[in-house]
């Protein structure tokens, strides 16, 4: 199911031809374009980046020692669905077979996004981001909050996003598309 969203005359909307032209914001915001909006969030800090290093390296080891062929993507990888539609998540895998049946010239969805929730950046990542995500047939989204250090884990109803499961530190994460990985929280927030 795909939602439409609805916005205010008032507000620009931009194709993705447009988008694409527009200058990379001075300070290293991260900029994305929902259903032709605009949306423009902050540089990431030492602590994201250090959670989605960790994160890269689970995925890659867990991956080799499960031969399995999908691949995880890093940004500045994105998903992008149409004329308006372009996002980049930190973290995303592409099982072989979801891969095989996506045009090769660009990427409309994933087997699994995983964004890493900033402060500057909660609302946006848990909301509208995660929102268009479950529309575009995700199959499984984590949301990994530094601040709060839990993994939220949200699985594709058919209708967008189920309600979400938290695992906080001293439990193990607990995925659909990862089933037979063992991952503790705490190996995301030190290593």
């Known amino acids: 199911m795909v939602s439409t969203i609805n916005t205010s005359p008032l507000v620009k909307t931009y194709t993705l031809e447009e988008f694409w032209q527009l200058p990379d914001p001075a300070d290293r915001s991260k900029l994305e374009l929902i259903a032709g909006v605009l949306y423009m969030t902050p540089p990431p800090g030492y602590a994201h980046d250090s959670v989605v290093k960790r994160l890269n390296r689970i995925l890659t080891r867990f991956l080799i020692a499960h031969k399995d062929e999908g691949s995880l993507y890093v940004p500045r990888a994105a998903i992008w669905t149409s004329r308006n539609t372009y996002l980049e998540p930190d973290l995303f895998y592409l099982s072989a077979e979801t891969e095989a049946r996506l045009d090769p010239e660009r990427r409309t969805t994933a087997d699994l996004v995983i964004e890493v929730?900033?402060?500057g950046s909660a609302i946006y990542d848990r909301n509208t981001k995660a929102e268009t995500y479950g529309a575009l047939g995700v199959i499984e989204l984590w949301l990994?909050?530094?601040?709060?250090?839990?993994?939220?884990?949200?699985?594709?109803?058919?209708?967008g996003f189920g309600e979400g499961r938290v695992f906080k530190q001293g439990e193990q994460v607990i995925s659909g598309v990862f089933p037979d990985i063992q991952l503790a929280v705490e190996q995301l927030f030190s290593d």
Do not use: A, L
């Not at 530094?146 to 058919?158: D, I």
């Open 117 to 119: 929730i900033s402060p």
């Open 144 to 159: 990994i909050d530094e601040t709060g250090e839990t993994v939220e884990v949200r699985r594709q109803t058919g209708q």
